[in-house]
């Protein structure tokens, strides 16, 4: 049976290459006024943020027109923005605290602190996209969906930043607006809850079929 690091990786449906002195130039680019620049920023990120952007709100429409928003923002202002080194934490970031600041405007959360907690966070899979690949059965995928719908929806957002889109801790701590050290934590305690239940669904796998 896979690991639950091998499974999640090869799940990663949303990649995104990561070239940092390429990221640099673009960014630059954009900020000069280059439009040929500010079209490449939305083609290569719009499909990973529209990704991140609906597992946090489930409406697609609001998503599109937070993201609109962004982007005609981040035109506007571009001669005003810094330097940026990453820029998908980066873009993570303004389009999460967007979201959350949307909703609380439309008051579809009672108070701010529910926002920043209480927000709705999915990592689902199109089963059947997946089942070309061999060493990705159709058990394997339901087996992690069951189990990652055991975790708080902070600690599912932690896992899909962290292996989904491969970021690092400090990076996937800048994006959920925590520290270091409780970004690593999110991630140890959604391990070890996944590697306990993966085990137990074994056993119970295993224990029906010599019951039968």
Known sequence: MPDFNTVSRQLNNVPVSVDNGRERMLWQAFRSGDRRAFSDLMNEYYPLLLNYGVRLQRDREFVRDCLHDLFIDLWNQRQKLDEVEKLKPYLLISLRRRLFRETKRLKWFREAEEVKDDYAFEVQFAIESYLVNNEVQHEDLKRLQFNLEKLSKRQREAIYLRFFQEMEYDDI????????????????????????????????????????
């Open 173 to 212: 701590a800048k994006v959920m607006s925590i520290n270091y050290h409780s970004a690593v934590n999110l991630i140890y305690e959604a391990l070890r809850v996944l590697r306990k239940n993966w085990f137990l669904s074994l056993i119970t796998t295993i224990s029906s079929i010599f019951c039968q």
